[in-house]
């Protein structure tokens, strides 16, 4: 009788390692579930928020014109940073508000010009980042004691962090007579 029972607890004992082992893996199929929605949450709204801004950025040529549209679009008065050259230009603006206030998203638009005699075609690069990383990225930037070259700190690509989504557009703007 008493090897019955050990045989008994035996299997018993086996049976619950069993039942802990596939908890365990649908408790981490669940986690996992949760941090791809998460992941597509954000990667769906990055493509919205590059999508919205390459069809306003279609709409006009002129890059100090187009950061004025960017700056107006902004739920504070703080400019959108941006600097201009002589074939296009980079700005940089925040989007998205989250719960607490704080943007989620830095976009920096990218365009370069080239001048096709009967007018300009215009291509643009749209990059969608996570607004806390380009603050950790900022914060390094800082510490290390490099300098900034606008109010948003980061034009330079080196020091900006992996894109959620990058967006490459252009379009040509026949020249008005």
């Known amino acids: 009788m008493k090897k019955r029972n ?24 669940f986690v996992m579930s949760r941090s791809h929605s998460l992941q597509a949450k954000r990667l769906t709204e990055a493509v919205i928020i590059a999508e919205s801004t390459a069809e306003i950025s279609s709409a006009e040529k002129d890059i100090d014109r187009l950061a004025g549209i960017f700056t107006g679009l902004r739920e504070t008065d703080e400019e959108a940073a941006y600097k ?3 074939n296009g ?7 998205g508000l989250s719960e607490d206030g ?9 365009r ?11 291509e643009d690069e749209i990059c969608i980042y996570s607004a806390s ?4 990225a900022t914060k390094r930037v800082d ?4 300098e900034r070259e606008d109010p948003m700190g980061l034009i330079s690509t080196d020091t900006l962090p992996e ?12 020249e008005d007579r």
């Open 89 to 95: 230009g980079v700005i940089m603006f925040t989007r």
């Open 6 to 29: 050990l045989a008994f607890t035996v299997e018993l004992l086996g049976l619950f390692i069993l039942l802990l082992l596939v908890i365990t893996v649908i408790t981490q199929v």
């Open 102 to 110: 704080r943007y989620k998203y830095v976009v920096r638009l990218e």
């Open 163 to 174: 894109p959620l989504y990058t967006l490459k557009t252009g379009k040509y703007f026949r």
């Open 84 to 86: 201009v050259n002589n």
């Open 112 to 122: 370069s010009s080239q001048n096709m005699g009967a007018g300009d075609y215009c």
């Open 133 to 136: 990383e380009v603050a950790d």
């Open 143 to 146: 510490a290390a004691g490099g």
